[in-house]
């Protein structure tokens, strides 16, 4: 019996031992450059000094957001009726009265609407210059009939969808046609049997049912967060790697970037990190 307990007892040291000598401690990692302004297109060396297991590296930029659908319609001769809608300052309440409060740009004329029952692909634009740090931004359709009077008001057909966030090498589709989660507001003087909504093949529909006044409806898409559209880590250095004293990138537009550089030092039971950031400006 006694044998039995040196035994475990002796295991247990042993044990007790293994895990002391895994203990690791945080990188001694650090990164700096020769300047923190560059042209677009130049190459920025990041010099490491110390080392690490494993580096990631998260350039800072935001992402090209570019969208495209496609869009049908029937009947009728009116123009102008269906138009592609942005906002940031939209509240989220999908009432008319919040509709009418928010502010709303026009950019239909980025893209190609369809003028007959073919199925249109309207092209695919950006429009990250729409976008505002800290605000969402509301992608929507709007409809507008006058009054009809000799069959003119046309139904629309909005299909397919998407908006991705273009980064270098990499792209991430953000929303697509069923993803949407589209609201839609008919107005309260519209006539009854007005629909804009679903239909079972994916498509949104306005149809104003030969509508004789004024008809406005609007199909809004969820919020888009541009805050959450940047470039993601990327890993630079595995630990089977040889240490690095060097990372080179390339920043091929202007702006100012926070870049990121996280070392770790890693066992089976842990790891430790140590994070490093610069600012970088980018200039024309």
């Known amino acids: ?21 895994m203990d690791i401690s945080a990188p ?32 800072g930029e935001k992402g090209d957001l570019l969208l495209s659908f496609a869009s049908q319609t029937r009947y009728g001769s009116q123009t102008n009726q269906l138009s592609l809608q942005v906002s940031t300052d939209f509240n989220g309440k999908f009432t008319e009265a919040d509709i009418n409060a928010a502010q709303w740009k026009d950019i239909s004329i980025r893209f190609i609407f369809s003028t007959s029952t ?6 695919v634009k950006s429009i ?15 409809y ?29 589709t953000v929303l697509t046609q069923a993803t949407a989660n589209w609201n839609f507001v008919n107005f309260a003087a519209n006539p009854t049997g007005t629909v804009w909504s679903s239909v079972a093949d994916g498509r949104i529909l306005f149809d104003p049912k030969g509508s004789l ?8 898409a969820k919020a888009i967060e541009p805050d959450g559209l940047k470039s993601s ?12 004293s060097r990372y080179d ?9 926070t870049v990121t550089f996280d070392a770790a030092n890693v066992n089976r039971f842990e790891d430790k990190r140590s994070t490093k950031q610069l600012t970088i400006t980018v200039t024309p």
């Open 128 to 142: 990250s210059d729409l976008t505002e740090s800290g605000k969402p931004l509301y992608i929507a359709f709007k």
């Open 213 to 220: 006044i004024y008809t406005e409806g609007w199909a809004i």
């Open 118 to 123: 073919t199925l249109l692909s309207s092209g």
């Open 249 to 257: 990138y390339v920043f091929n537009a202007p702006g100012t970037y």
């Open 1 to 21: 019996m006694k044998n039995l307990l040196y035994l475990f007892s002796l295991i247990v040291l042993v044990c007790t031992s293994c895990d002391k000598s």
């Open 28 to 59: 001694d990692f650090d990164v700096t450059t020769a300047s923190t302004t560059y042209k677009a297109g130049d190459t920025v060396k990041f010099n490491f000094s110390g080392n690490a297991d494993v580096i990631t590296f998260n350039s």
């Open 233 to 244: 880590p990327a890993p630079i250095k595995a630990m089977i790697d040889p240490q690095m």
């Open 144 to 172: 507008v009939g006058q009054p009809n009077t000799g069959n003119t008001m046309k139904n629309w057909w909005v299909n397919n969808l998407k908006v991705d966030n273009a980064l270098a090498g990499s792209t991430t």
